[in-house]
């Protein structure tokens, strides 16, 4: 998967049930969408895996918690500090219609921390010789801050929230044929965290996978996506971008059961 921001960790896909069918080939990993809040604040864009034809309804669970440290500086005078983390657990429903046409909704609780990680990573990244001066020179460890500063003068400081609902998802997908998919979705500004957690519009989004199974236990999937989100918040109308793009490539090796790599 390629992610575009820094200093995430420890991303934990856990597939604890999809009751479609018995058989393996039908059993799909969750759809990822990114637990940075200044992505998810804006696109709806999401990592959707093909989804097996099953008479059932599917039901999967996934858990992720990220930390993430950023300074941005621009030349026009803007500033922008993020560091904290992160935890979503995201509960996806899906129902096929006909054998190509299915629906999906998705709802997350969402939280966000001081946290206790940052000893720990920077332990590791100075073993590593990578330093993330972000982190280590320039902020306290496990501090929250979520501070955008503009040009006029204008400081917005975000609020942390232990546990929170993020915005409803929900869409319908068409199967092509067994190895290409395209799924069409909406977000609605369902969130009750505090701003900048949720997009506070309805956004919409498309994206499409393409998955080439090959050998016995090797699964090759890829996906590219366009979404548009309004711009939303008074202040920030000016520096925000509407369309959005995504993609993502990678090998599935399942090595024991319905357990994947």
Known sequence: MLTLHSGRILP???????????????????????VNPVVSSRSGLITQPYLDPTPRWRFS?????????????????????????????????????????FVTASLGLEGAYDGFLDP??????????????ARSEKR?????AY????????????????????????????????????????????????????R??????????????????WTWESTAGLGYTPRHETELKPFQNTTFGSVSSGLRWRFSGQQAV
């Not at 856990?14 to 039908?26: E, H, M, V, Y």
């Not at 990220?66 to 935890?87: H, I, K, M, P």
């Not at 003068?153 to 929230?161: A, F, L, P, T």
């Open 200 to 217: 506070g519009v309805v956004s919409t989004n498309l994206v499409t996978t393409v998955r080439f199974p090959f050998a016995r236990r």
């Open 12 to 34: 934990a896909l856990l597939l604890l049930a999809t009751s479609g069918t018995g058989s393996l080939r039908a059993q799909s990993l969750p759809p990822y969408a990114s």
């Open 120 to 133: 720990f990573l920077n332990w590791c990244h100075d073993f590593i010789s990578l330093p993330v001066p």
């Open 140 to 144: 306290p460890e496990n501090e929250f």
């Open 147 to 198: 501070r955008i500063e503009l040009p006029n003068g204008v400081v917005i400081d975000r609020e942390r929230d232990g546990a929170f609902i993020g915005d409803l998802r929900v869409g319908a997908g068409w199967r092509l044929n067994r190895h290409l998919q395209t799924v069409a979705t909406l977000t609605l500004p369902t969130s009750t965290g505090p701003d900048g957690f949720g």
């Open 61 to 101: 669970v996934l858990l992720d918690y990220a930390n993430s440290a950023e300074l941005n500086q621009r030349a026009d005078g803007r500033t922008f500090v993020l560091d904290g983390e992160y935890l979503r657990a995201d509960l996806t429903l899906s129902r096929d219609v006909t054998r190509t046409i």
